[in-house]
């Protein structure tokens, strides 16, 4: 917090405020270091040799407060009550769009779908949503156990639905993916099952 508030500053600034030796300050900004959460950068002071500064890592900014889903929220609501239906219709389109184009890239048409379904899961997990693939009934349950536009979700539905869009055209034609289980219906994870169209 004082790093956060205050700006770089060296152990001995840090131990006089925390009240503890310069050593146990130490201590702890290399263990800090190791988790990537603090830097520092030599300094020249007035006498002696350059001391070493300690400033956050951009790694630390998780540490603090963001209001993130508060902020998407808020919009959300802001474009349905300035542009309505159509327009809101029109913001889940686009970033369909943009997924589309994003997956295709990424996800190799011509794999089987066993190959396919671990790409998206891949995806999926680089972008927070903790995703892995079971073998299920002769297909596949694709698993979602966080989800990080829950707050967005749960203001538009919309999000969902373009979920199953989005899967249905990066997985290719023949693929069947039905929802199996839903956070936004009170489940503890959503859940798909996919199996190849017969």
Known sequence: KLLKTEGAMD???????????AMAVRQ?????????????EARPVPLGRPAKF????????????????ELNAALITSVQDAFGADGMAR????????QR????SRITPSAPLATKVQQLAKIR????YMAEVKRDRGGFLFVENHCPICAAATVCQGF?????????????PGVTVERAEHILSGDR???????ASK
């Open 28 to 40: 702890h900004l290399y263990a800090l270091q190791q988790e990537k959460l603090v830097s520092a």
């Open 101 to 104: 184009t994003d997956y295709a």
């Open 125 to 128: 997990a680089e972008e927070g």
């Open 189 to 195: 994870r959503c859940a798909y099952r996919i199996t």
């Open 54 to 69: 300690w400033h956050l890592t951009k790694e630390a900014e998780r540490l603090f407060p963001d209001a993130y889903a």
């Open 160 to 172: 969902c639905a373009t979920e199953l869009d989005l899967f249905r055209s990066a997985l290719g």
């Open 11 to 21: 152990s001995a600034s840090l131990a006089a405020r925390l009240s503890v030796t």
């Open 91 to 98: 913001l889940l389109d686009a970033r369909l769009a943009r």
